[in-house]
């Protein structure tokens, strides 16, 4: 089914093209939005609105991009939209992970050897970089989730943020710098306190 | 020293051989004799492995068939018809709207032509108000039960 094919069936309501968007695209947009607000159940959700919007806005999608990047486009503003009413629910996140991570290395007497088969340091080091990339500004987070959980190309990635290719390497080698940063002053702070 | 800045400098780029091969060797050299960027490297490392666990990340069980529920759910409700008439959901709230106002229009209506017949209650005697508003005349007698 072309794009423009599946336009028309979820223009007219049509259920197997409905049926043949979500099944094409779930995963997608599930993925995407997890990657953003880091919990299933809100990338559900969001998940749900992305495909209502699409439903709604169907006759705005005028072809000048795939129907993927669009969803994309869609997947990551509702997500940032999302994360932006929850700032409340967010914080209280990252309180729990400030406590979460303040508490092993400081209480623990007998610290557990970093290996990769050790789940908790790999729990900790994700939620490193979780609050490490939450912190980057919204084009150089959007450039590296995309980029790296995504695992899309810059061509891409520059298609969904309607910029060019430059602007993506631009914006990516910003958000490295800015991750290397904090990761090393967070490194640090860890080591001052052991 | 100076190895260990370039080193904290470059971290990322190193890591990810997005160097120069000539800078990629001198950096080896000094982590190889430096334990504290070692380590640094270490732990940058298990932080970077942790995005492949991002990566890897799969839509629960069934997420499939619970989302095409709920967009079938949602399509239904806006086809639901609004008192027996077909009506697009963001014109619901107008129409519910106007059919308050209507309501309201009627019951004001209603209620000013009952009580067209303004009582001034300072001037009508208590017998006028009772015929005015049909209240039987009241005994001595009835007063008295009721105080009973």
Known sequence: MTDQELITGILNREKPAIQYLISTFHRQVIKTAYHFVQNMDDAEDLAQDVCIEILESAKQFRGTASLSTWIYRVTVNKSLNFIRKNKRKQLVRQFETFFSNSKQPGTDQNPEPVTENNSLHHEENRCILEKAVNLLPDNQRIAFVLNKYDELSYKEVADIMNTSVASVESLLSRAKQNLQKKLISHFSEYANRK | ?148
């Open chain 2, 1 to 148: 020293m100076n190895d260990c800045k370039t080193l904290r400098e470059n971290l990322f780029a190193y890591r990810e051989n997005e160097i120069s091969p000539s800078m990629k060797v001198e950096l080896d050299r000094h982590v190889a004799s430096c334990s504290t960027c070692a380590s640094l490297v270490q732990q940058f490392d298990n932080v970077l492995d942790s995005v492949k666990a991002h990566t890897d990340v799969e839509p629960r069980p069934f997420a499939e068939t619970r989302l095409l529920q709920r967009i079938e759910n949602y399509l239904e409700n806006s086809r639901k018809p609004l008192f027996g008439f077909p009506v697009r959901t963001s014109v619901q709230p107008v129409a519910i709207s106007v059919v308050l106002m209507l309501a309201m229009a009627i019951g004001i209506l209603i209620g000013t032509g009952k009580a067209g017949k303004q009582i001034n209650l300072t001037t009508a005697t208590d017998r006028e108000i009772r015929r005015d508003l049909n209240i039987p005349e009241t005994t001595d007698t009835d007063f008295l039960q009721f105080n009973e």
